[in-house]
């Protein structure tokens, strides 16, 4: 079957590192993505991994281990804006379409 | 600036009722997606279309139905026969059908059972 396991909430301190983790089973793969979604508006677009390692965009950071089906977003210098749903998706090759994981929340506090 | 309109932002819908969401992009893009997000669950796949007059059914496509008669427009019916439609909808889009491609997302319309 298709599963994406994210953990549901999370909290971290303005100024701080967190990450978030992403393990993923799917029957085919073709990339990794992440997106940020605040609450009540639309997904945006943080990050495409498709080959191991690291990719790092400015505060953010994502990291995929294909053997591994792993993944996870990596967020310095937190913000209080930061706080949001984040949603780890895997464009599954068999079915050409998107599996999204059900997103964590992160809570930033002062 | 290009982007995805979805409309209106709130719905509601009486019993036995047929509802109809709207989508249109002018990101000149071929596939366009309809998405259920409920609370606790991930976004889940209704119908998708990868170009004008072709469509597909997602994974919960029982109780909606979909039309793509132009290329911009990629309207969702919610059919009386959708037992549960209290969801937000998401609409988004692709270039094409490339795996690398993001999926650009409109704002979404939070539908309601009055």
């Known amino acids: 079957g298709q599963n994406i396991d994210q953990p549901t909430e999370m909290t971290a301190t303005e100024g701080a590192i967190v990450q978030i983790n992403c393990t993923y089973q799917?029957?085919?793969?073709?990339?990794l993505f992440w997106y940020q979604q605040h609450a009540g508006e639309a997904p945006t677009f943080l990050s495409y991994?498709?080959?191991?390692g690291l990719e790092e965009k400015g505060r953010f950071s994502s990291f995929l281990s294909r053997s591994k089906g792993y993944s996870y977003l990596l967020l310095k210098e937190l913000q209080m804006k930061d706080s949001a749903s984040y949603l780890c998706?895997?464009?599954?090759?068999?079915?050409?379409?998107?599996?999204f994981g059900t997103g964590t929340l992160l809570a930033v506090q002062p | 600036d290009g982007g995805i309109t979805q409309s209106p932002k709130y719905l509601f819908r009486k019993e036995g009722q047929n509802v109809t969401l709207s989508c249109e992009q002018n990101?000149?893009?071929?596939?366009m997606y309809w998405y259920r997000q409920d609370p606790g669950q991930g976004l889940r796949l209704i119908y998708y279309?990868?170009?004008?007059?072709?469509?597909q059914k997602g994974d919960i496509a029982e109780g909606y139905s979909v039309s793509r008669e132009k290329k911009e427009s990629f309207p969702l019916t919610v059919t009386s026969a959708q037992k549960n439609p209290t969801a937000f909808y998401l609409c988004?889009?692709?270039?094409?059908?490339?795996?690398?491609?993001?999926?650009?997302f409109g704002d979404g319309t939070r539908l309601s059972i009055l």
């Open positions: 799917t029957s085919g793969f073709n990339g």
């Open positions: 991994n498709v080959l191991d």
């Open positions: 279309s990868q170009i004008v007059n072709d469509f």
């Open positions: 990101l000149n893009h071929d596939a």
């Open positions: 988004a889009s692709t270039p094409g059908t490339g795996a690398n491609q993001p999926q650009h």
């Open positions: 998706a895997v464009h599954g090759g068999a079915t050409n379409k998107l599996i």
